[in-house]
């Protein structure tokens, strides 16, 4: 029987250990860490993470402010109210929810977001900081995953790590950070997409098996080997009538038939989604310390 990955605990130690450091650091006269998120649409997803995250905020004595806007607001208005969040000096992490709308173009609006306040990691300046092993902002699930592995010992060392996706969200950081050199990485990586000729061959081999590619319970039990671990990225909502919600969520991982193999797995709900908005609290509160021990 696999030993289970708690990001819902991890996460809860985690803001608990946040909260500590900003009622402390607001005792000392220090300000409050100040998040924005801006939602564009009304995407049902997106509105649901956009209040996880501001409640996730209120939890740890964090600001947040949310703006939201019209589906129909074009980008030069988005680019405006960027602009206008990376000039105040009080907001310390910005996040533009994505998806977009298909008539604003994503890379161009995280292109415009101050980079030191890009607590989502998606900045070209912080991504390639991160692929050169630099210091900056690492994207809140890619670090969140790195947190658990760390939390429960998991080596990495010289194991075979097989990535299912190639998001820039997930996918690609994921495989960078996990072909580094040093602890919590030091794999030998392979990565999976939709055109990957037998995927079964590759995470049948595998020893880390991460999967972010969004097609609910892809993997199966007769695609890994014994004892692999399993980080399951994957959040689809499937309509269920017997649900209060009308929805049951579904990670990319078949459960029931990879678990009984498995060493470590995490769960859908309870693995990364906690470790997701947690590490963007850790981003913003990295962001908050960073400036004043650089601006005041
Ligand atoms: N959409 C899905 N995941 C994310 C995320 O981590 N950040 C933002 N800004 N949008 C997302």
């Given at each position: 029987m696999a030993i289970l990955i708690d990001g819902k605990l991890t996460a809860a130690q985690i803001k608990e250990r946040i909260k500590a450091t900003v009622e402390q650091s607001v005792a000392n006269g220090g300000k409050r860490p100040h998040l924005a998120a801006v939602l564009v649409g009304n995407d049902g997803a997106s509105v649901t993470y956009v209040a996880s995250k501001e409640k996730a905020c209120a939890d740890v004595g964090f600001d947040s402010t949310v703006i939201k806007l019209k589906e129909e607001t074009s980008q030069d208005e988005l680019l405006a109210v960027v602009k206008r969040l990376n000039e105040n000096?009080?907001?310390d992490g910005i996040i533009v929810q994505?998806?977009?709308?298909?008539?604003?173009n994503e890379q161009v609006v995280i292109k415009n977001i101050d980079y030191h306040k890009d607590v989502d990691g998606f900045h070209l300046a912080n991504v390639g900081k991160m692929v050169l092993n630099m210091p900056g902002f690492l994207p809140a699930t890619p670090f969140g995953i790195l947190t658990l592995l760390k939390q429960y010992n998991i080596e990495t060392r010289g194991k075979n790590c097989v990535i299912l996706g190639r998001s820039n969200i997930v996918g690609r950081p994921m495989a960078n950070l996990m072909s580094q050199k040093g602890i919590l990485a030091d794999c030998t990586v392979t990565m999976c997409n939709s055109?990957?000729?037998?995927?079964a061959y590759f995470t049948r081999n595998a020893d880390i098996i991460i999967a972010a590619i969004?097609?609910?319970?892809?993997?199966?039990?007769?695609m890994v080997k014994q004892g692999v671990v399993v980080i399951d990225v994957g959040i689809t909502r499937l309509p269920d009538s017997t649900k209060p919600k009308g929805y049951r969520i579904v990670g990319d991982v078949d459960f029931a038939s990879v678990e009984p193999k498995a060493s470590y797995i995490s769960p859908?709900?309870?693995?990364?989604g906690p470790m997701t908005i947690v590490s963007l609290l850790e981003n913003t509160l990295k962001s908050a310390q960073g400036k004043k021990l650089t601006w005041v």
């Open positions: 000096h009080d907001i994505l998806p977009l709308p298909k008539h604003i055109k990957t000729k037998d995927i969004g097609v609910p319970e892809f993997l199966k039990g007769d859908v709900p309870g693995g990364v």
